[in-house]
């Protein structure tokens, strides 16, 4: 029965019935997170917030990291043609490079001071930490990225180490 069911939601769907789950799923986060917003009362300045923010970013960021991925892909490519037989880097830069972006967007008005006024009277704290520490995890997060391609390139050279060394015995013989 489970199987007819499946196979049933599989082929009128298209795609497997737990996306359609997951799918159901976020809408209503989705649905119950606009809900608390218009209970709120402050839907219109979540709505100039959200309607501006997809602009911001297909405008503006979207441009901006689709050059600097094409870039760094074709320097990488450049690399690889010249026979250096490392692996690709692109995505040791992609990942801490996305998240601190992340964190920058998400906390730009502490990290660059910006409610400095506002911060203090509701909280009774300084926002000079915060650059210090967005400094400090991104330099945690690029030192992270680092360690993992040296081990990658460190088990690309041993491999290619071993089959070299199996290519030398097979020519012997």
């Given at each position: 029965?489970?199987r007819y069911?499946?196979?049933?939601v599989?082929a009128r769907y ?12 976020c809408?209503a986060?989705a649905g119950y997170?606009?809900s608390?917003?218009v209970?709120a009362g402050v839907w ?9 923010a ?10 901006l990291?689709a050059?600097a ?6 320097v990488?490519?450049r690399?690889r ?11 040791h830069l992609?990942?801490?490079?996305g998240l601190s ?5 998400v906390w730009?008005?502490?990290i660059l001071?910006?409610?400095?006024r506002e ?6 704290l ?6 210090g520490?967005?400094l400090?995890?991104t330099?945690v997060?690029?030192?992270g990225?680092?360690?993992?391609y ?7 050279s041993?491999?290619?180490?071993r089959?070299a060394?199996l290519?030398n015995?097979?020519t012997?013989r």
């Amino acid at each position: 029965m489970w199987r007819y069911l499946h196979r049933r939601v599989t082929a009128r769907y298209g795609a497997d019935p737990l996306h359609l789950l997951a799918l159901i799923a976020c809408f209503a986060l989705a649905g119950y997170a606009a809900s608390r917003v218009v209970i709120a009362g402050v839907w219109v300045g979540f709505l100039i917030w959200f309607v501006g923010a997809a602009i911001f970013h297909d405008l503006v960021l979207l441009p901006l990291y689709a050059v600097a991925d094409v870039a760094t892909r074709s320097v990488s490519r450049r690399r690889r043609a010249g026979g250096a037989g490392w692996p690709p880097w692109t995505n040791h830069l992609r990942v801490p490079l996305g998240l601190s972006g992340l964190l920058l967007l998400v906390w730009f008005p502490l990290i660059l001071r910006g409610s400095q006024r506002e911060y203090r009277k509701a909280v009774g704290l300084d926002t000079s930490p915060y650059l210090g520490h967005w400094l400090l995890v991104t330099g945690v997060l690029f030192s992270g990225s680092a360690v993992a391609y040296a081990v990658r390139v460190r088990r690309t050279s041993r491999r290619a180490r071993r089959r070299a060394d199996l290519t030398n015995r097979r020519t012997r013989r």
